[in-house]
């Protein structure tokens, strides 16, 4: 997945936003670890400029923070 997900942001960073379903409502079982699914990004986004614009740039604009 980190592949795909990779040259979607790279592609159009301006139109990828990070999401989570923290606190994992829908889950009876053992939780993830959200700390390792919060790293994963850096595979997603491998500059701090790219993670910046998903992480605050692109959802500053969206939701006019």
Do not use: Q
Not at 30 to 45: E, K, Q, T, Y
Not at 56 to 63: C, E, I, L, N, R
């Amino acid at each position: 997945m980190a592949p795909f997900a990779g040259r979607l942001a790279a592609h159009a960073p301006e139109r990828v936003l990070w999401g989570t379903d923290f606190p994992h409502p829908n889950i009876s079982g053992d939780m993830p670890d959200d700390g390792v699914l919060v790293d994963f990004l850096g595979r997603i986004a491998p500059t701090e400029a790219l993670r910046r614009r998903i992480l605050v740039d692109y959802p500053t604009a969206v939701f006019g923070f």
